[in-house]
DNA sequence: CTTTCACTACTTTTT
DNA sequence: GTAGTGAAAG
């Protein structure tokens, strides 16, 4: 198989029929499907919720239920789909692209995000909003809130910006306003993110900007508020479909309920037909406000729903599918799924416990290594999965000694490189004057004098005369603000007329001109240029590529130049199913463009495109190297992943709490769902953690597993699975059948962390030690409690063992010392 | 205003 | 181990 990348491919390998290309004949697009995808595909008359498990094929079945829709004389103007990844839109109109030809570019097919934005351009008179709104990410808005913060005088220690920004974020995923947010404020924290919350969404008003979650917000109030919006698009878009709907949190769950209306709503328009697709088992994103809720209650929130589940696989071998189903099972609260396949039985996990990461990633690197020596795989097959990414090094160092090509996805992505984003500030300032945040981080970048007490003198001018922060640097320029003294006013003229200059250039010419003149005239690139750290020369590659992005943005925009869009709503009659029905030969090419400004649809693409280029095509002949939850929607023939300790994976922080708890189980699901034939699952003993050596112990998850499954390559030593238990969480047995000791270990774990409120930790597992304590390591020897940290499941201790070095340890289950 | 040095604090992150 | 911040010196 050469494609090991291609999102969620499953279900077309078995069934190799080529779908038609031309003249789609409904039968034939139910051709090779089994009956439940059938089903999905062919069902209508009510909202329809797809249970798909992993490798059920999915994407098949949603881009075959366009087809069919199409087929059966839908309009594709009357179709929307959503997704959350550019990546995973795109494949989808491609899909359906091949099936039923190029009308299908007429569909919507985009990211809740490139949707609203469209939405939103589209809608900006109604909103009183300038349709240039520059987009905020996370950085951006972090950046914000804490300029407002600062103003605030809040203590930076105790309310971190990103902290803030975070709640900030979750209130606007609840669609709260900061009126709301102040009512609800129980304690000081949410009594100050309500406060900080009311000041930022001014602030990005002011600045003619929208973070990533008012997009969504502001869509939700635009449908709500303007019902004669809402209304034509709810006449236009007669078919919904969501896809990864266990991803949706509360704001997008309503936006969609908005799109499609419901019986009662006044205007008449019948709802739209709903179909979502998710996985209930893959959520593992609540972390970012996601809830599973939406998917779980579906049934209660669409009364007449439908819902088909898809438990054949296509993907994996019957034995990896045991695997996963036998770890998930452990979640509390799930509706059961079991994962079936016709592919066999295939080969066992394999299993490996290393005494440190470094044997862990030696063992991963040679088994990639015979694997692609005998010929059972391409290093293209190949993916090592990890849980943090910073796990990722270890096994870099080794592929690199042994010479094995490998590729890392993730990290430190291109568009928050620090180049690229002050490269992007420029243009975005030139775009959109008002953005504050993008001015304010350009001010000084390059170094041109303008030092923080000048850029707040300037601030509090602009706060003064209410003006913006573009403005009151104008003003600064021209002497009017008394409070800057000379040197800084005049490199504020200085930078003010830099602006114009480039101001000028960017009228005149297209955004990869102006780029190249950006970095020319604010000395940016000569800086870089000039520097001699090898950090720097990397800088001036990525602004390099950079500018060739923006190239090849205008010469794709150059070759599909814009069609006129439809109109608003608040000009065209609203009588629209037919709206844009005319010329069905007509590509509707203005999906994510607003037609009017290249540098405006520029920095719109790269804001709302992650990283596309960051998962490598196939055919590099490279091992993939990834966190596990880029991993998902992905599949491969071999997975490695490494690091299941509790600790590692679970994550240290969830360990004491079972719904996050619960979400690590979810990723330990996608995890061994991802591997098609061979699934290696390894763990290290110890582990240097934030430069300190570190044991863990097995993590739960491979307690799970069951043991016929399972090749043990190697397992823990006799002498350290039999150690001299001393102490007060309970005795471990004789230790001769190793992982059953873990699976002990890992159960009084469990149990431990039930009774953490009724109960406390005390005399049950984790081992109490407070600084100045004397214990006895069976490893290490004697030793002296330097410091605790944490508490319950997290409780560490750092203790110095003299010679032996000092170590920090984990308290929990099966750690081989006693307190003396 | 800029540089430097020490201090801390660390998940995951589709947009 | 390192990146990002904050205070003090240049």
């Not at 934005?117 to 914000?144: C, M, P, Q, W």
């Not at 609260?333 to 016709?342: C, P, V, Y």
């Not at 990525?542 to 109109?567: K, Q, S, W």
């Amino acid at each position: 198989m050469s494609a090991p990348l291609d999102l969620e491919f499953n279900g077309d390998r078995p069934q190799a029929a080529a779908p038609a290309r031309s003249g789609p004949d409904p039968e034939d697009l139910l051709a090779g499907l089994n009956p439940q995808q059938r089903e999905a595909v062919t069902h209508s008359g009510s909202p329809l919720l797809v249970v798909a498990g992993a490798g059920s094929g999915k994407t098949r079945v949603l881009t075959s239920r366009i087809a069919y829709l199409l087929a059966g004389g839908v309009h594709p103007g009357q179709i929307m789909a959503i997704t959350f990844t550019n990546k995973a839109a795109a494949e989808m109109k491609e899909r359906v692209v091949d099936l039923v030809g190029r009308r299908a570019n007429m569909m919507w097919v985009s990211t809740f995000h490139s949707m609203c934005v469209r939405v939103l351009r589209r809608e900006a008179k109604t909103l009183g909003l300038s349709s240039n709104f520059s987009i905020y990410d996370a950085d951006d808005s972090k950046r914000l809130i804490g300029m407002i913060a600062r103003e605030q005088e809040l203590d930076s220690k105790r309310y971190p910006p990103k902290q803030l920004g975070i709640h900030i974020s979750n209130l606007k995923n609840e669609l709260l306003t900061p009126e709301e947010a102040a009512e609800r404020a129980g304690n000081d924290m949410e009594r100050k993110v309500a406060q900080v919350y009311a000041a930022y969404r001014r602030r990005l008003v002011d600045s003619n900007a929208m973070d990533f979650d008012d997009l969504i917000m502001r869509t939700v109030e635009l449908l709500q508020n303007h019902p004669a919006v809402a209304e034509y698009y709810r006449r236009r878009f007669r078919h919904v479909l969501v896809d990864e709907y266990q991803d949706t949190n509360h704001a997008q769950y309503v936006l969609v309920r908005e799109l499609v209306g419901t019986e009662t709503a006044e205007s008449g328009v019948a709802p739209a037909e709903l179909c979502v697709v998710g996985d209930a088992d893959q959520s593992i994103y609540a972390f970012r406000g996601a809830t599973i809720r939406n998917i779980e209650e579906f049934e209660r929130d669409y009364p007449q729903a439908r819902s088909i589940p898809l438990e054949q696989n296509y993907r994996s071998t019957q034995t990896i599918l045991s695997a996963a189903n036998a770890v998930i099972r452990q979640n509390p609260n799930r509706r059961d799924k079991r994962l079936w396949s016709e592919s066999g039985e295939g080969e066992r996990i394999v299993g490996y416990v290393a005494d440190n990461e470094h044997d862990e990633a030696a063992f991963v690197a040679n088994e990639i290594d015979s694997l692609v020596d005998r010929g059972e795989a391409t290093f293209n097959d190949i993916a090592v999965f990890y849980r943090t990414n910073n796990q990722s090094r270890v096994f870099e160092e080794v592929f690199i000694r042994l010479g094995l090509p490998y590729r890392v996805v993730g990290g430190v992505r291109f568009y928050e490189r620090r180049e690229v984003r002050d490269a992007l500030a420029y243009l975005r300032v030139l775009d959109n004057p008002d953005d504050t945040v993008s001015l304010r981080r350009i001010l000084n970048v390059p170094k041109r004098g303008i030092g923080d007490r000048a850029e707040a003198v300037v601030a509090v001018h602009a706060e003064q005369e209410r003006i913006s922060f573009g403005a009151a640097l104008r003003e600064a320029a021209k002497g009017e603000v008394p409070a800057l003294a000379t040197r800084a006013r005049n490199a504020i003229s200085g930078f003010v007329e830099l602006l114009d200059e480039l101001h000028a250039v960017a009228a005149a010419n297209d955004v990869a001109e102006t780029l190249d003149t950006v970095l020319e005239r604010t000395g940016y690139r000569g800086e870089l240029e000039a520097s001699d750290d090898p950090q720097d020369a990397t800088r001036l590659e990525n602004l390099t590529e950079l500018i060739t992005v923006a190239r090849e943005f205008t010469e794709a925009t150059a070759a599909a130049p814009e069609p006129a869009d439809e109109g608003s709503p608040s000009d065209a009659a609203p009588d629209a199913a037919s709206a844009d029905a005319g010329d069905p030969g007509v590509e509707d090419r203005d999906a994510d463009l607003p037609a009017d400004d290249s540098l405006s649809a520029f920095l719109e693409r790269v804001s709302l495109v992650a990283d596309a280029d960051s998962l490598p095509e196939s055919g590099d002949g490279v091992v993939t190297l990834m966190t596990l939850h880029s991993a998902k929607g992905l599949e491969f023939p071999v997975v490695f992943s490494g690091g299941w300790e509790d600790g590692v994976f679970p994550h240290n922080r969830a360990l004491g709490d079972t719904t996050e708890l619960a979400e690590e189980r979810r990723l330990a699901y996608v995890c061994i769902t991802r591997a098609r034939q061979r699934l290696y699952l390894s763990r290290a003993m110890m582990r240097s953690a934030w430069g300190q050596p570190m044991t863990n112990p097995a993590s739960r998850f491979l307690t799970e597993l069951p043991e016929e499954l399972m090749d043990w390559r190697r397992v823990e030593p006799a002498d350290r699975a039999a150690p001299q238990v001393r102490s007060t969480w309970g005795s471990r047995g004789g230790g001769a059948d190793r992982t059953g000791a873990d699976s002990a270990q890992a159960r009084v774990a469990e149990r431990g962390m039930r009774s953490t409120s009724a109960k406390g930790w005390k005399d049950t597992i984790a081992l109490k030690l407070e600084a100045g304590d004397k214990v006895t390591h069976d490893k290490y020897g004697l030793g002296t409690v330097v410091s605790t940290e944490g508490e319950g499941a997290r409780a560490t201790a750092t203790i110095d063992f003299g010679a032996s070095g000092t170590v920090k340890l984990m308290l929990i289950g099966s750690v081989p010392m006693a307190k003396l």
